[in-house]
């Protein structure tokens, strides 16, 4: 596939996310704030209850985020209503993607390239105890999102 092709189907790709948002007060600035850092894709995959958004908007704060104060509580307000955590999926460790992994388990990028590293090089995890032998992860942490793994 061409360079062009590829890079027409990102675009593809990240505008179908972006249209998928649901509407209402506060997707504006959800899709500019987000999108300062990372594709808005990554932002929306979450799926948290308030603590966990309130943790996850102070952290991108800390790391740099520019907005108004009113533009962080309509952003904050969109992703509680829109993305809560009631709604979230397990995470098959087995066939998860990198930003799958990041979001649903919360893992950081450089966790997520060495789990899926690991797994391609020996094979499926059968139980946590297997996933909990992948380098660079605290297996305490793993343990701590044993309700949110499939296998």
Known sequence: ???????????LTLSTAVAQMPEGPG???TQKLCSQCHEVERSISLRQDRDGWKTTMNKMVALGAGGSEQDFEMVFEYLVRNYPAEQVPKVNV??????ELESGLTLRRSQAAQLIAYRTKNGSF?????LKKVPGIDPAYLESKKDR???
Request: aromatic share 4%; net charge negative; charged share 20%.
């Open 149 to 151: 793994i499939a296998f």
């Open 27 to 29: 997707k504006e600035e």
């Open 1 to 11: 596939m061409s360079s062009i092709n590829l890079l027409l189907l990102l675009i």
């Open 126 to 130: 059968k139980s946590l105890d297997d």
């Open 94 to 99: 087995n066939t998860a993607t990198a930003i």
